[in-house]
């Protein structure tokens, strides 16, 4: 039988079966409780060893960190280590310990002084510090110091350049460290002779900044009724650049026999004082087997800020996007897609949970998704997925929950947080690197970038376009909007053609017959239509319609073109409906017994984009909030109703059959009424099954750097 567990009565009682064997040559995810002893902080912490299946050139994963998806129990921390996030066996969250006014003496520096922290316990701690800048509302960083076990109260003087008032609001965080051995083990598996374990190590880059030492990690193999056997050892050096190292270890002697995993680690050599913080990052075992079953992966592609009207447009005799153009016209096209709110954080939240807004509730990046509503990667991960993502950070905050469900997630900001310029070739170019490393495993990879959103700055060789001020007055508002227009089309015209690279590369890897890839953005852009320049100030067509290009080799037809109104809702759903159909062959079959899909606003779009009748829906549905004003915006095939949520606004409805600009407000008492209608039926999403988690969503203050780089965005409200 291929799997990593074989049918032993013994080990039933010790192990999950969340995933039960499959039939034949079908693959089984297979949980693994995993015990934790003399975990920092804790006696016992339940957690769980992932399995990777790679059948023949195809990988199947079952991790832990799907948090409410897979497993009982609090997941695993995830730490940042040189911008790739990972959870990790010896992460430890911070935990807030102190807010409050903290005095400057003297000038530049500030003397924290509070009590120990009560979760602290007895050993070192690492004390994290953000103080409110003076002249603004801004956060501020100070370097992170350590604290011994000695420690009863804080008093640390700390000098800073940021520091230069008399008095400041600090807010305080500790995360604890280690000074002596940490052991997680697992219960009792059965390699296969291919049965690999692999992970990577890393120490946490600011514990090496507050004095951490070098560390080492062993793993161990235990069999019942033998010693244990030392499987490896390595030593990290405080000195080695802080990046994820990979390793890799073979289980072949072990294979058939009931075996146990026992990770061990501690700060080396042993001493009476001193601390460490060393990660064993993403541990999972793969295993080779010959299945008939090929290869299945997904790319979603995110190009922020991007129009739906900028697909197959022209300007001055020059097409902007015959790449995404040539993309499109191999799968599907919708012509009317729409998102759910007109900036990042929130559509994207509803990209990745198949949610409106009204639901999920996650709309700017000081607010993170509730625990309880799962995210595409944990969902993908439970398929057995290899997951990973490389955004350019700030409103994509994995504090948000962004980064659930993803063992690989790496945020780009070479160029500092307080540069808003998009870096397309950066990001395109690390997700090549990791899945070059990749290639034989089922994976999901999703892509985020900036490069169309603004302020725009093309490369000179795609700044071409200078367009036509004739009429407007210099320094006129008409004549800003038309010169951002021009620079709006330009990195347009850019980003079109990296994306090209990008398809051609995913080509010469050999993935493109075996790959789902849906290419969309979260909004788009206005430039004066209806006063404003930018996007989280209007709810209309310009901002509200998006690209959505899906090409599924086997599943959907070349060239189909879908005319009904779609929502970035129905993402998540059509991702799921194509991996479990098994109609025109299994190149997206979805392994067996995997978890059950949530519960979606959204539908598939599969039955569009097939030609079949079927899906019928009124409206789509999105939101538009901004200080002193909410609406809730509904659109169907030919009309727009945005009806306000207070009394001092107009509602407003165009129909976009004959006032494509939305220029003309009908008013219509009888469309007055359907368009209250349907907002009373958006809200009535607030009150059935999938509604907001108060109780377990959680409020943060943002970080200074993305903070930084919100108001690089244009974000000034964060």
């Given at each position: 039988?291929?799997?990593?567990?074989?049918?032993?009565?013994?080990?039933?009682?010790?192990?999950?079966?969340?995933?039960?064997?499959?039939?034949?040559?079908?693959?089984?995810?297979?949980?693994?409780?995993?015990?934790?002893?003399?975990?920092?902080?804790?006696?016992?912490?339940?957690?769980?060893?992932?399995?990777?299946?790679?059948?023949?050139?195809?990988?199947?994963?079952?991790?832990?960190?799907?948090?409410?998806?897979?497993?009982?129990?609090?997941?695993?921390?995830?730490?940042?280590?040189?911008?790739?996030?990972?959870?990790?066996?010896?992460?430890?969250?911070?935990?807030?310990?102190?807010?409050?006014?903290?005095?400057?003496?003297?000038?530049?520096?500030?003397?924290?002084?509070?009590?120990?922290?009560?979760?602290?316990?007895?050993?070192?701690?690492?004390?994290?510090?953000?103080i409110k800048l003076a002249e603004s509302q801004n956060w501020g960083s100070i370097p992170p110091f350590a604290i011994g076990p000695?420690?009863?109260?804080?008093?640390?003087?700390?000098?800073?350049?940021?520091?230069?008032?008399?008095?400041?609001?600090?807010?305080?965080?500790?995360?604890?460290?280690?000074?002596?051995?940490?052991?997680?083990?697992?219960?009792?598996?059965?390699?296969?002779?291919?049965?690999?374990?692999?992970?990577?190590?890393?120490?946490?880059?600011?514990?090496?900044?507050?004095?951490?030492?070098?560390?080492?990690?062993?793993?161990?193999?235990?069999?019942a009724g033998s010693p244990r056997t030392l499987l490896f050892e390595k030593l990290i050096k405080a000195t080695q650049p802080a990046v994820w190292h990979p390793q890799f270890v073979s289980l072949r002697a072990y294979a058939g026999q009931p075996t146990s995993l026992i990770f061990e680690s501690q700060p080396w050599p042993p001493a009476p004082e001193g601390f460490s913080a060393p990660l064993i990052g993403a541990p999972m075992l793969t295993y080779r087997t010959q299945t008939r079953t090929q290869p299945k992966n997904i790319i979603l592609i995110s190009l922020d800020t991007l129009r739906g009207d900028q697909l197959g447009a022209s300007v001055n005799g020059r097409a902007l996007t015959p790449n995404l153009d040539a993309f499109g016209a191999q799968g599907a096209q919708f012509a009317q897609a729409m998102t759910t709110y007109p900036s990042t954080t929130a559509s994207?939240?509803?990209?990745?949970?198949?949610?409106?807004?009204?639901?999920?509730?996650?709309?700017?990046?000081?607010?993170?998704?509730?625990?309880?509503?799962?995210?595409?990667?944990?969902?993908?991960?439970?398929?057995?997925?290899?997951?990973?993502?490389?955004?350019?950070?700030?409103?994509?905050?994995?504090?948000?929950?962004?980064?659930?469900?993803?063992?690989?997630?790496?945020?780009?900001?070479?160029?500092?947080?307080s540069v808003a310029q998009g870096q397309i070739e950066k990001t395109f170019q690390s997700g090549i690197d990791w899945l070059e490393k990749h290639t034989d495993e089922r994976f999901f990879l999703f892509l985020h970038t900036y490069q169309v959103h603004g302020p725009y700055a093309p490369p000179p060789e795609y700044d071409i376009f200078k367009g036509n001020f004739e009429g407007t007055k210099k320094g006129s508002y008409a004549r800003r909007a038309i010169a951002q227009k021009n620079a709006y089309a330009g990195e347009v015209l850019y980003t079109d053609a990296v994306v090209g690279e990008l398809l051609e590369k995913l080509k010469s890897l050999g993935l493109e017959e075996n790959t789902l890839i849906i290419i969309t953005s979260d909004h788009g852009e206005e430039f004066g239509d209806h006063g404003h320049i930018g996007h989280s100030q209007t709810p209309f067509e310009s901002v509200m319609r998006i690209p959505l290009l899906i090409r599924a080799p086997g599943k959907i037809e070349p060239g189909r073109k879908v005319r009904s109104v779609v929502s970035l809702v129905d993402v998540l759903p059509t991702v799921l409906d194509l991996l479990d159909s098994t109609q025109g062959g299994a190149v997206f079959d979805t392994a067996v017994n995997a978890a059950p899909s949530p519960p979606f606003h959204g539908v598939s779009l599969v039955g569009l984009m097939q030609g079949k009748p079927g899906l019928s829906r009124q409206a789509v549905f999105a939101e538009s909030r901004r200080p002193g004003h909410q609406s809730i915006v509904a659109r169907t095939n030919t009309h727009r109703f945005i009806t306000p949520q207070t009394q001092t606004e107009t509602q407003q409805i165009f129909d976009l059959a004959v006032d494509a600009t939305e220029q003309r407000n009908l008013k219509s008492t009888d469309l007055q009424a359907k368009g209250r209608l349907l907002a009373q039926r958006y809200k009535s999403l607030r009150s059935r099954e999938m509604k907001p988690q108060a109780a377990t969503q959680k409020t943060q203050s943002v970080d200074p750097e993305t903070a930084a780089k919100l108001r690089a965005l244009g974000y000034t409200d964060h």
């Open positions: 039988m291929p799997a990593l567990l074989q049918n032993n009565p013994a080990s039933d009682a010790r192990i999950s079966h969340r995933h039960r064997f499959g039939q034949g040559a079908r693959t089984a995810i297979i949980l693994m409780t995993v015990v934790v002893v003399g975990a920092i902080g804790c006696d016992r912490l339940p957690l769980n060893l992932p399995t990777k299946t790679i059948e023949e050139e195809t990988a199947v994963q079952a991790r832990l960190w799907s948090s409410g998806v897979l497993a009982k129990g609090p997941p695993p921390a995830i730490c940042e280590v040189d911008q790739v996030r990972r959870p990790a066996l010896g992460c430890a969250e911070s935990q807030r310990f102190f807010s409050g006014l903290m005095k400057s003496a003297i000038p530049g520096t500030l003397r924290i002084q509070a009590k120990r922290p009560r979760n602290l316990s007895t050993d070192y701690g690492l004390i994290e510090t953000q000695e420690t009863g109260v804080i008093t640390q003087p700390i000098q800073s350049g940021v520091i230069r008032a008399k008095s400041h609001h600090a807010i305080l965080t500790v995360r604890p460290l280690s000074s002596s051995l940490s052991r997680w083990r697992t219960l009792p598996l059965w390699p296969l002779e291919s049965t690999v374990l692999n992970f990577d190590l890393a120490i946490l880059p600011e514990a090496l900044a507050a004095g951490a030492r070098s560390a080492r990690v062993r793993v161990f193999a235990h069999v994207h939240m509803s990209m990745m949970t198949g949610l409106y807004p009204i639901t999920h509730n996650t709309n700017h990046p000081g607010v993170s998704v509730a625990d309880e509503i799962p995210m595409m990667a944990e969902i993908l991960a439970g398929r057995g997925f290899t997951t990973a993502a490389v955004t350019e950070n700030a409103m994509l905050a994995a504090s948000s929950g962004f980064s659930r469900g993803f063992d690989f997630y790496r945020e780009v900001r070479d160029l500092g947080m």
